[in-house]
């Protein structure tokens, strides 16, 4: 019923760019905040960016912030994750995730509806 649907992940060189795309279908979720998370092996998922319901306010890790950008489209039910200077320890799956609410959250105990994710591979 409810989906997210990540699309633009693929192989790209270090230094290289990407950009991800996140479609919800089956409602809105033009009131909740929405971020991007990724897991590599053996590792936790991890936050990457978040937007609020309206695009005033956006947070990044620090590991990606300046190289990463996320923006969104309430009228198109989107969510955008570009991705620059890509470096190897890029490599992950990207999540898309709709917060529970409309504050930005960074925990994905925070996230009510989460996308299959798409693979990022980032080669050195």
């Known amino acids: 019923q409810v989906q997210l649907v990540e699309s633009g992940g693929g192989l790209v060189q270090a230094g290289g760019s990407l950009r991800l795309s996140c479609v919800v279908s089956?409602?809105?979720?033009?009131?909740?905040?929405m971020d991007w998370f990724r897991q590599a092996p053996g590792k936790e998922r991890e936050f990457v960016a978040g937007?609020?319901?309206?695009?005033?306010?956006?947070r990044y890790a620090d590991s990606v912030k300046g190289r990463f950008t996320i923006s969104r489209d309430n009228a198109k039910n989107a969510v955008y994750l570009q991705m620059n200077s890509l470096k190897p320890e890029d490599t992950a799956v990207y999540y898309c995730?709709?917060?529970?609410?409309?504050?930005?959250?960074?925990?994905?105990?925070?996230?009510?509806?989460w996308g299959k994710g798409t693979l990022v591979t980032v080669s050195s």
């Open positions: 995730a709709a917060s529970q609410g409309s504050v930005v959250l960074t925990s994905y105990r925070g996230m009510a509806y």
């Open positions: 089956g409602r809105t979720f033009s009131n909740n905040a």
């Open positions: 937007i609020n319901w309206n695009s005033s306010y956006m």
